[in-house]
């Protein structure tokens, strides 16, 4: 990496929309330090998804809440990018959580609140299949019901960011209706350039930008196209998004995770309808770029012509913009 390169990273606001750790109180959290010895300032981690229920969700929130707050030497729980900034200028870590799903709002409106104090600060509406509020891109093409359009308000007054990642094409469309803030595909890839039923479509892609909001690229290999995690292939997508709707509108959301020595198996193999036939779930040792790549990936993306305002919204400046927005509430900090 060219040196006046190597120096914009080290300065730049690094931002992984969305962490794939499974979600269990036995994750050994440690693992965060990978993502600051890469050079990354902020994660959001997820601590549920539909193929749990409300309760496992919660319990994972305690377990993770508890121990972030335990090592204030290292992690900060951001509420608010002020946060983040106060992470950075300390030397810190900055991350919030997550939920992959409705399910974990057990049909009540009242959930979202309580996530939200308790550090949830992203929430998406489905996981591949289809819940009570939204539709799920393995599912039938749902829209969202009208506990659905309830939840959008209500993560809007009390300061989360819409996530369609996961979700049906028409229930997409509807949130970005909805909403009355940006709203963002936090890990999801253009269907364009490699078809697969996670990622999505030139529309939703140009109905996300005119939110205001942003595209986080998946580094997953299925999703990056036949198992390929190469710079150029990264690359590719990058420049894709950027062609479409215009730089401000992309960011990363890796999807990425260390190995974690538990066997989830078992939740897995429980609900295989989660991870259906025929979309490559069942490739062999999947492979996955995460922010270890990001170096070589600013430099391949600034040999393709990209400035430097340019990577650093690609880094973390757009998600951070979307956030802004979308925090600012009656509540931003997060009750210690």
């Not at 305690?62 to 951001?78: E, I, K």
């Not at 538990?262 to 295989?272: A, E, H, Q, T």
């Not at 393709?304 to 009656?330: C, H, P, Q």
Request: with cysteine.
């Amino acid at each position: 990496m060219a040196k006046d390169l190597e120096q914009l990273y080290q300065d730049a606001l690094v931002w992984d929309a969305h962490a794939g750790v499974f979600p269990s109180p036995e994750v050994d959290l440690n693992l965060l330090d990978e993502w600051r010895q890469q050079g990354a300032s902020y994660v959001s981690i997820n601590v549920g998804f539909d193929v749990m229920d409300w309760q496992e969700t919660l319990a994972t929130l305690a377990a993770y809440r508890r121990w972030v707050l335990a090592h204030p030497d290292r992690f900060v729980l951001a509420g608010a990018t002020s946060d983040i900034d106060r992470a950075r200028a300390t030397g810190k870590f900055a991350l919030s959580f997550d939920i992959e799903g409705m399910n974990a709002l057990n049909n009540d409106i009242n959930m979202v609140s309580l996530y939200h104090a308790l550090g949830v600060r992203q929430m998406l509406f489905a996981y591949n299949l289809n819940n009570a509020a939204a539709g799920g891109c393995h599912d039938a093409d749902t829209g969202l019901t009208e506990f659905g359009r309830q939840v959008v308000r209500e993560m809007n007054r009390v300061g989360m960011i819409v996530d369609c990642s996961h979700a049906a094409y028409t229930t997409t469309m509807d949130i970005m209706q909805e909403s009355q803030k940006p709203v963002v595909f936090s890990h999801s890839n253009p269907r364009a350039v490699w078809d697969h039923q996670r990622n999505i479509s030139d529309e939703q892609i140009r109905a996300c930008a005119a939110t205001g909001g942003v595209i986080g690229l998946n580094g997953m290999g299925i999703f990056l196209g036949g198992n390929d995690i190469a710079i150029d292939t990264m690359a590719r997508h990058v420049a894709y998004v950027s062609d479409l709707v215009g730089t401000q509108h992309v960011g990363f959301g890796f999807d990425y995770s260390p190995e974690i020595d538990i066997d989830i198996g078992v939740i897995l193999r429980s609900r295989p309808d989660y991870w259906p036939a025929g979309q490559q779930y069942d490739t062999r040792e999947i492979k996955h770029a995460g922010p270890a790549q990001l170096p070589a990936l600013i430099d391949k993306l600034a040999d393709s012509g990209f400035d430097d305002v340019d990577i650093r919204g690609f880094l973390g400046e757009n998600f951070r913009r979307v956030a802004e927005r979308a925090w600012i509430t009656w509540q931003s900090r997060i009750p210690q």
